[in-house]
């Protein structure tokens, strides 16, 4: 793994118990929080593979044109809207294929309300591949929406094409959300948006509030929501670690 960033202590830890909700997808095909007990379900014909991983619509070598096949996670209601900070961390390979604005994770809510894809209304996503800043930052990229704030849009040039990558999404209530990479800080805006203020009825791994983008191509090895909002350095010792190494 990359080095952690200058100023951190050796070994900094995310605050004991901040852990609320751990997904590790090697529970016999059942999406388990071993934690809360927050459990999902697999939709559209998602599956665990042999190695423990999560895999969502995996490619067709032989039809690279092929329509989407529409898997993904349904998580349950929640997940964010009582805590104060939250980070969610995902560790996951994209396959590269696909075109823009797949969903890493989305969670929310559409205009259509609980269950429909039809517009996003009200949510946080990270997404491997974006369209930001007219194609400057078209990688890695985060967007958090609720109605009555501005938009948070968190870009870069970062490529997860292919490998194993430590996603983060790092949002301090009414303060600041950020996007990390490896536990290297991407980007970072100021916001006045609370998580209470995120209406999460759609809390999705694969698919998006908007149901003209496309579904995530690739697998997960791990999901973990913390009720913190973790810094560069409890995240790089969250990588060393491992992803199915909590402590």
């Known amino acids: 793994p990359p080095e952690p960033p200058e100023d951190c202590l050796m070994g900094e830890e995310p605050p004991l118990g901040s852990l609320v909700h751990r997904y590790s997808f090697d529970a016999g095909g059942n999406v388990v929080d071993s934690i809360k007990g927050s459990n999902g379900t697999l939709e559209g014909g998602a599956m665990f593979g042999?190695?423990?991983?999560?895999?969502?619509?995996?490619?067709?070598?032989?039809?690279?044109?092929?329509?989407?096949?529409?898997?993904?996670?349904?998580?349950?209601?929640g997940i964010v809207h009582d805590l104060t900070d939250v980070t969610v961390v995902a560790w996951t390979t994209w396959s590269g294929s696909g075109a823009a604005w797949q969903r890493i994770f989305d969670f929310g809510v559409s205009l259509?309300?609980?269950?429909?894809?039809?517009?996003?209304?009200?949510?946080?996503?990270?997404?491997?591949?974006?369209?930001?800043?007219?194609?400057?930052?078209?990688?890695?990229?985060?967007?958090?929406?609720?109605?009555?704030?501005p938009t948070v849009t968190l870009a870069s040039t970062e490529d997860m094409d292919d490998r194993l990558a430590q996603v983060a999404f790092s949002f301090k209530g009414g303060v600041s959300a950020a996007l990390y990479l490896d536990g290297t800080r991407l980007a970072m805006q100021a916001t006045n948006i609370k998580p209470s203020d995120v209406d999460d009825s759609n809390n999705w791994l694969g698919k998006s509030q908007y149901g003209d983008n496309p579904y995530y191509k690739g697998t997960y090895e791990e999901l973990r929501v913390y009720d913190v909002a973790l810094n560069g350095c409890q995240l790089h010792t969250l990588l060393v670690r491992g992803p199915q190494n909590p402590d």
Do not use: W
């Open 50 to 77: 042999a190695d423990g991983t999560l895999v969502l619509n995996p490619p067709d070598p032989n039809n690279p044109n092929a329509p989407d096949t529409k898997q993904f996670v349904n998580l349950p209601n």
């Open 112 to 149: 259509g309300g609980e269950g429909q894809a039809n517009g996003g209304r009200s949510y946080i996503c990270v997404m491997p591949f974006t369209g930001f800043d007219n194609q400057n930052k078209p990688g890695l990229g985060a967007e958090m929406k609720v109605p009555g704030f």
